[in-house]
């Protein structure tokens, strides 16, 4: 199996639409080609048409100015998980919410009341998954948090997504999971914050 497919730009460094649009198109192209090279029989590899039929949307949600319900489309279509929160960072570490699927309440008041340690965790710039080595994974179990994506965009903390819980039996994320995660790390900075 080939391994995954990983930007080799610094797509935090976008500043416009217009670049990140072409960003993404040459990553979806790039994406394309595994599809048709790496078939498993008459069928593409799954993980490649996810990682690609992201990229598109996410191309696509830009020029549709619907980004953040594009990501919960996302997180819902190709991972399984109806229950998210798209998350902004303010400059006094407090947090406010962009888009959710699944929120409630009791999850904002969460949030909110944990926003300090959720903004470290933005900070450190680093997928975390629950049940992984981290050092959140204690908060993540508490929040009932199944994985979180920093969110970055112009070398600046701006947010995070959060996964709550996948309909997914499995106890662990598969390589395509965790590679719609690095997507939308990558991506979703810019694609929300973008002026």
Not at 11 to 17: L, T, V
Not at 129 to 143: C, H
Not at 157 to 171: E, K, V
């Amino acid at each position: 199996m080939t391994g995954p497919f990983t930007y080799d730009g610094e797509p935090c460094q976008i500043g416009d639409n217009i670049n990140l649009v072409q960003a993404l198109e040459r990553c979806a192209a790039a994406y394309h080609n595994r599809c048709v090279n790496n078939s498993c029989g008459e069928h593409p590899d799954q993980m490649w048409v996810r990682l690609y039929s992201a990229t598109e949307r996410l191309k696509q949600a830009i020029c549709r100015n619907s980004v953040a319900r594009t990501i919960l489309e996302i997180g819902s279509d190709l991972m399984g998980c109806n229950d998210m929160a798209i998350l902004a960072l303010h400059a006094n570490s407090t947090l406010s919410l962009l888009a959710g699927s699944g929120m409630n309440g009791g999850r904002e008041q969460e949030l909110s009341t944990h926003a300090e340690v959720i903004a470290s965790a933005i900070e450190k710039r680093q997928i975390s998954i629950v049940n992984t080595d981290t050092p959140f994974n204690a908060l993540w179990s508490e929040l009932g948090i199944a994985a979180f994506v920093p969110v970055w965009h112009e070398n600046t903390p701006r947010g995070a997504i959060i996964f709550y819980r996948f309909l997914s039996p499995q106890s662990d994320l598969d390589l395509a999971d965790r590679e719609l995660l690095r997507l939308l790390s990558m991506f979703a900075g810019p694609s929300l914050f973008s002026t």
